[in-house]
């Protein structure tokens, strides 16, 4: 079984300042989706990113990028200029590629809270 | 337009009533979703309907009925519920697919159970 690791549970940043965020995960297949995603107290979940995993190029996102390395099972997210709007808890997410039925599942890490200090 | 929305925002409720949640997508979107998330933690996957069918459903008990009565609608219908079922709920919708086939979230109703 799959699974998402998120080593971080709380970071803190300085505004306008760049953070990573942690995530590995375990898989055994070797076509996947990688996600992350952002839920500020307002509580939606909101999708920060996606990568594919046959592709070697980091997905970037505006402000945000990530740092993809398949043979260390490691998708970390990169935020630059932090701004006071970036505080929220972000979840990393698996997602096999086999279409159908109980592969449709993400499955989440346990979140890291990300606190932006002005 | 990645937009999932879902009412009501908040919902209390004692442990003999009945209620209903619901969710709505017009993104043309065949696949939805319920999750239960507690306070810090990570959604937990309860229903899956693909094409309206219901696919997966994880192991939740029977006081959780879901309904998908058509392409763009997805209730949670709520029954004798305890208190430990209070959390937010969350409804998400994706295309299906492969590429294509990311989740998008709706808000989420808050659930207090009394």
Redesign the interface.
Known sequence: AQTVTQSQPEMSVQEAETVTLSCTYDTSESDYYLFWYKQPPSRQMILVIRQEAYKQQNATENRFSVNFQKAAKSFSLKISDSQLGDAAMYFCAYRSAIYGGATNKLIFGTGTLLAVQP | D?EVTQTPKHLVMGMTNKKSLKCEQHMGHR?M?WYKQKA????E?MF?Y?YEKL??NESVPSRFSPECPNSSLLNLHLHALQPEDSA?Y?C?S?Q????T????????T?LTVL
């Open positions: 990645t696949a979703y810090k933690k990570p959604p996957l899956v693909s696919s997966i937010l969350l998400a994706s299906l697919g492969l590429a086939d990311t989740q998008y979230f709706g808000p989420g808050r």
